[in-house]
Nanobody, 124 residues
Framework: QVQLVESGGGLVQAGDSLRLSCAAS????????MGWFRQAPGKEQDFVAA???????YYLDSVKGRFTISRDNAKHTVYLQMNSLKPEDTAVYYC??????????????????WGQGTQVTVSS
């Protein structure tokens, strides 16, 4: 069982930066693929970024060049550095984890564990 706790959300202005953190319990963090998803009001939960256990990274097209996902296996933590934030980035951001797999890393049902979410609000 893995428990995920997100932090770092908040209210910022357009163009600002935020760093989200997701701390994971469990002894095999390094063996997990980790992802970030977001859900805006009235919309479905969407893939944002992911990092495989081996370090490969993947991004939603609209955040490429602005967001960076990284992991610190020693700290059992995954990060999402968000720069040049836009109002359309406003959403609840969720951390997700799964045992390393060759299945699609973009597909929400492929993740087994989820955090409670952290709100990110970007004002114009």
């Amino acid at each position: 069982q893995v428990q995920l706790v997100e932090s770092g959300g908040g209210l910022v202005q357009a163009g600002d930066s935020l760093r989200l953190s997701c701390a994971a319990s469990g002894r095999t963090f390094s063996a997990y693929d980790m992802g970030w998803f977001r859900q805006a009001p009235g919309k479905e939960q969407d893939f944002v970024a992911a990092i495989r256990s081996g370090g490969s990274t993947y991004y939603l097209d609209s955040v490429k060049g602005r967001f960076t996902i990284s992991r610190d296996n020693a700290k059992h933590t995954v990060y999402l550095q968000m720069n040049s934030l836009k109002p359309e980035d406003t959403a609840v951001y969720y951390c997700a984890a799964r045992e390393s797999s060759y299945s699609s890393i973009y597909y929400r049902p492929n993740y087994e564990y989820w955090g409670q979410g952290t709100q990110v609000t970007v004002s114009s």
